[in-house]
């Protein structure tokens, strides 16, 4: 039987950084906080981004097959909690946070980020209750230097 308790602790202590992930749908944006990204491949230039299946975002970028990853800094704690809720109406989370489209992709990228990568999806894994979506680096740019914002700082959890 699996030790419930030690699984929990242990998949806790896997590092996680945080990010704004961005979608859209024709004029429809929206963007969502992500902390389970990471790099696949150097060539090409490869991510892993998992999204939670019952998400509107999940929708979004299972129909559209692009995405943007915004790269918080260290002490943005309150932007990636601006885009943890649903939103009764898509786009909402973005009325007063600055960004414009990304020029590939068209998705959303924070204005007030240390940078961003736009990503064309070229494969998934639809297991249990997030789709593992490998995302190709097809763009990228830096805003400012900085450290990135991680999970632990937060002292929030996701995973377990
Ligand atoms: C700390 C933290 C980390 C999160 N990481 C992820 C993640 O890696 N993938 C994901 O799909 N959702 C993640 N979420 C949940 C989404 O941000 C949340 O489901 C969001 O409401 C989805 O937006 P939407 O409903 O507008 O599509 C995380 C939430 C928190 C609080």
Redesign the pocket.
Known sequence: MLDEKAKKTMLRKIP?G?YI?G?KDGENL????????MQSSFEPPLVV????KD????E?LKKNGVFSISFLEEGQKDL??K?????SR?GN?FEDVEFYEGEKTGCPIIKDSLGYVECQVVGSVEKGD?TVYVGEVISAGIHREGKALN?ES?G???GG
């Open positions: 996680h945080l992930c979608v929206n963007g969502f906080t992500v902390s389970w990204l981004n998992c999204v939670k998400s509107g975002s999940h979004m990636a909690a885009f943890f809720k649903p939103q898509v989370k997030h999970l937060t929030w959890q996701y």
